[in-house]
Nanobody, 122 residues
Framework: QLQASGGGLVQAGGSLRLSCAAS?????????MGWFRQAPGKEREFVAA????????YHADSIKGRFTISRDNAKTTVYLQMNSLKPEDTAVYYC????????????????WGQGTLVTVSS
């Protein structure tokens, strides 16, 4: 089970931190937790992911330098720190998890959170 939180309304240039807490399972070597987003009228897209065992981190080009994914091992929680937000970052943000080979492929993720809305005003 994944529980996402932290969305809200923010002005352009502001920051938000999203959290996603995982419960009810142990993490295997290929386990990945990631963030995707879906803007109004658009398809859901990859944002960032972290591979638990290797501590490998992946970010989409569109958010590099502005968003940072991190984790808290003890709490099995992953965070998405979003800085310098732009109106085009407005979307529902979903966390996802699973034994994933290709972190950008949505179909490889087994578990999805309920989504949290981020709205960036200009």
């Amino acid at each position: 089970q994944l529980q996402a939180s932290g969305g809200g309304l923010v002005q352009a240039g502001g920051s938000l931190r999203l959290s996603c807490a995982a419960s009810g399972r142990t993490f295997g070597s290929a386990y990945v937790m990631g963030w995707f987003r879906q803007a109004p009228g658009k398809e859901r897209e990859f944002v960032a992911a972290i591979r638990w065992s290797a501590d490998a981190i992946y970010h989409a080009d569109s958010i590099k330098g502005r968003f940072t994914i991190s984790r808290d091992n003890a709490k099995t929680t992953v965070y998405l720190q979003m800085n310098s937000l732009k109106p085009e970052d407005t979307a529902v943000y979903y966390c996802a998890a699973g034994n994933v080979r290709f972190v950008t492929r949505q179909r490889e993720y087994d578990y999805w959170g309920q989504g949290t809305l981020v709205t960036v005003s200009s």
